[in-house]
């Protein structure tokens, strides 16, 4: 597609549910990125992908968080056991990739999504 | 580990005078520094990257930013402010071996006419 693109953009659950949150990447952008910014906050980073495969998990803050990357396209990040804490705007990001030493080119650039802003009650 | 610092949560600045928006970083080896914007409600958007070269970068919309290796920082600047430039920005920095794009806490910038 044009851009990147999250889906629900707005979810509103109960404490304890599970939700899934859905990005869509910019097609052919091998990394993609999942970031959380509660309110008045800056970008927390949770995961990143290149490809299917997760080098870089550090950011989950707990074990109820977990994401998956598949065909190398769409990522689905799933809260499991919702706390009110997890309350915030969930962005995706994508990117051309970025390895090697080329980095000259739009490799770096990071495409952002809208968010899906998520109200555990 | 790589960090991103902005020292300042919000700059206010006049219609039609320069603004600078301030962030230092700390990172291994060579640095790859961003400006991200966010407007309400919107997703961020690039504006601008330094990867070598010109110290000097130009992005969109006017802005620049200048990266100083000695005093690690990578300030946005421009010269004359916008009230539509009002908005959150976020610098941010990647390491030549680090697969991780870590971003500042953000900067609010209100240009008041």
């Known amino acids: 597609g044009a851009g990147v693109s999250q889906s629900p953009s707005n979810k509103v659950t109960e404490k304890g549910k599970d939700v899934e949150l859905r990005c869509d990447p910019i097609?052919?952008?091998?990394?993609l990125y999942w970031y959380r910014q509660s309110l008045g906050q800056g970008l927390e980073f949770l995961i990143y992908?290149?490809?299917?495969?997760?080098?870089?998990k550090s950011g989950l803050p707990s074990d109820r968080f977990s994401a998956e990357r598949t065909g190398g396209s769409v990522s689905t990040l799933t809260i499991q056991r919702t706390q009110q804490e997890d309350s915030a705007v969930y962005l995706c990001a994508s990117s051309l990739g970025a390895t090697g030493f080329n980095f000259k080119g739009p490799k770096n650039i990071q495409y952002f999504g809208a968010g899906t802003r998520l109200s555990v009650l | 580990a790589q960090s991103v610092a902005q020292p300042e949560d919000q700059v206010n600045v006049a219609e039609g005078n320069p603004l600078t928006v301030k962030c230092t970083y700390s990172v291994s080896g060579n640095p790859y520094l961003f400006w991200y914007v966010q407007y309400p409600n919107r997703g961020l958007q690039f504006l601008l990257k330094?990867?070598?070269?010109?110290?000097l970068v130009k992005g969109s919309y006017g802005f620049e930013a200048e990266f100083n290796k000695s005093q690690t920082s990578f300030h946005l600047k421009k010269p004359s402010a916008l009230v539509s430039d009002s908005a959150l920005y976020f610098c941010a920095v990647r390491g030549l071996y680090g697969q991780n794009f870590v971003f500042g806490p953000g900067t609010r910038l209100s240009v008041l006419p």
């Open positions: 097609s052919g952008h091998t990394a």
């Open positions: 992908f290149q490809g299917n495969s997760a080098p870089d």
């Open positions: 330094y990867i070598t070269g010109d110290n």
